[in-house]
């Protein structure tokens, strides 16, 4: 197959994960504009070629064998953060990373999204998994999406189409986060810093940042936490090869050096096993795998 010049083949995906874990993407591209973006989607349509976004990569597990498939790494542009300071509207491309955009709100005075601080990621991603901590959501002062739809047509929606839940948004599937609004409130830029400053302390006291890992691995079930529940099954300190369930937080799963796919999917399934043995609940994963067979993905 002649492949358009905006799309390559075997491009190592480990380096752009945050696990630093999988093998290459069949195809990839990394488009510079919208125009590059759609001919790319188009291209994958076309050719009957399965497509994955990646933003940041810090919530994704690739499969050792890679993807058989394009990839789309939205990271050269949807970079752009505008600011209407009258109205308090902070209008912000998918590709923005967002904790500096949460520091660049607290800073210049505007409440709204400062507990977010500190998870890693993307604007797009973060909107696509509805992420939170702390009582704040990133869907909770949303006035409205741009997108990409299933027929690459550039859409507008609003939040209440989107059907936000606990790190679900549903209404996002198979759509393109292009930008978001937020209507945030002016408020006092030093007592939202130092509400920053005293997350971040709490993320860098609990959680294994030294490590390659994906945050948090699984959901907050209801009225408990996966970390407890898997404490209680005894599986901090338990490792597969090179991947590890820290002792200094349980939901997560640390690439101690040179780990593989198979070894972190190894301890969530043993992790999903054991919790439900011993609480009869059955933990949901955070973390979104690509690359596997359907049967490797039994338990996960």
Not at 21 to 48: C, F, M, S, V
Not at 66 to 88: A, M
Not at 151 to 173: C, H, T, W
Request: hydrophobic letters at 40%; charged letters at 20%.
């Amino acid at each position: 197959m002649k492949l358009p010049p905006f799309i390559r083949r075997a491009v190592p995906l480990a380096p752009l994960t945050a696990y630093q874990i999988g093998g290459p993407a069949q195809y990839y591209t990394a488009p510079e504009d919208r125009d590059n973006l759609l001919k790319a989607l188009h291209w994958a349509e076309n050719e009957k070629v399965e497509t994955f976004i990646l933003g940041a990569g810090t919530n994704l597990l690739v499969s050792d064998r890679g993807f058989d498939g394009l990839i789309v790494h939205l990271h050269k542009f949807l970079d752009q953060v505008k600011v209407d300071e009258s109205s308090g509207v902070w209008t912000a491309g998918a590709g923005v990373k967002l904790t500096p955009f949460v520091r660049q709100t607290a800073q210049a005075g505007f409440a709204g999204v400062e507990a977010l601080i500190g998870i890693p990621g993307t604007l797009g991603g973060a909107l696509k998994m509805n992420a939170g901590a702390f009582s704040q959501e990133i869907s909770n002062t949303l006035l409205s999406l741009e997108i990409i739809d299933e027929n690459q047509s550039i859409e507008s929606m609003k939040p209440e189409d989107v059907g936000f839940d606990y790190r679900l948004a549903p209404g996002l599937d198979n759509k393109i986060v292009i930008s978001a609004a937020f209507q945030l409130q002016q408020d006092d830029a030093e007592k939202l810093m130092q509400h920053v400053r005293e997350i971040t302390a709490l993320r860098r006291n609990r959680q294994p940042l030294q490590w390659p890992s994906c945050g948090s691995v699984f959901k907050r079930p209801e009225a408990d936490f996966a970390g407890r529940l898997i404490e209680a099954a005894k599986l901090k300190g338990y490792t597969v090869g090179q991947a590890q369930i820290p002792e200094k937080h349980a939901n997560f799963i640390i690439n101690l050096g040179g780990a593989k796919a198979g070894d972190v999917l190894s301890i969530i399934k043993t992790v999903k096993q054991r919790v439900f043995e011993l609480s009869g609940i059955s933990l949901k994963r955070e973390v979104i795998l690509i690359g596997f067979t359907d049967e490797e993905l039994i338990g996960s």
